[in-house]
């Protein structure tokens, strides 16, 4: 199974400021269909999970302009220009190329 | 709106039968190119994609659990279920129910419900 490696898995941060979130595969997600398959996920408690970001750097409907992602192949980032209150909680990034699909580790955004 | 509801029991003991119901509204279990599977997260552990139903009612099941586990579905109810025989304390997770549109693409999940394995 392909493995996701996520950085830093806790991540204290002032509101107002940026976050940055590593994700890395340990292979590439590039699909043979021309799409990588590599989303991003929010999890608050007492809440349904969430989809933020869906083949990298799509935002889903509703998702504040505040979150992007990026990357290719093997390293992918998650920000936030700046952190709200609401934002904190935990992260996930999750592969979809290879079957099955594999999550990272989580990383908690936490106010410093 | 798509809405996932999980319902069964918190509780299984050791070697009986977790069973697991999903209630779907707002859509179509039966929709084309929809997948309705399940997620599991163990207490400090990451989640797992365990395994899933297409909307043609083909499984797919992830492979450490492909003997114990059962994915089926009623298109009359909407609704789809787990069965994971031969419980074990490591089988203690929160369970989420989610669609997915096809290579892991999951919108919508359940709120999750824990279950815990225990005598």
């Known amino acids: 199974d392909v493995v996701m490696t996520q950085s830093p898995l806790s991540l204290p941060v002032t509101l107002g400021q940026p976050a940055s979130i590593s994700c890395r595969s340990s292979q590439s997600l590039a699909n043979s269909d021309g799409d990588t398959h590599l989303n991003w996920y929010q999890l608050r408690p007492g809440q349904s999970p969430r989809r933020l970001i869906y083949k990298v750097s799509n935002r889903d409907s509703g998702v504040p302009d505040r979150f992007s992602g990026s990357g290719s192949d093997t390293d992918f980032t998650l920000k936030i220009s700046r952190v709200e209150a609401e934002d904190l909680g935990i992260y996930y990034c999750m592969q979809g190329t290879h079957w099955p699909g594999t999550f990272g580790q989580g990383t908690k955004l936490e106010v410093k | 709106q798509l809405h996932l509801q999980e319902s069964g029991p918190g509780l299984v003991k050791p070697s009986e039968t977790l069973s697991l119901t999903c209630t779907v509204s707002?859509?179509?279990?039966?929709?084309?190119?929809?997948?309705w599977g399940w997620v599991r997260q163990p207490p400090g552990k990451r989640l797992e994609w365990i395994g899933s139903i297409s909307y043609t009612g083909r499984t797919y099941y992830i492979p450490s659990l492909k003997s114990r586990l059962t994915i089926s579905a009623d298109t009359s109810k909407n609704q789809f279920s787990l069965n994971l025989s031969s419980v074990t304390a490591a089988d203690t997770a929160v369970y989420y129910c989610?669609?997915?549109?096809?290579?892991?693409?999951?919108?919508?999940w359940g709120q999750g419900t824990l279950v815990t394995v225990s005598s």
């Open positions: 989610a669609r997915d549109l096809g290579y892991f693409e999951i919108d919508y």
């Open positions: 707002g859509g179509s279990i039966s929709s084309f190119g929809s997948y």
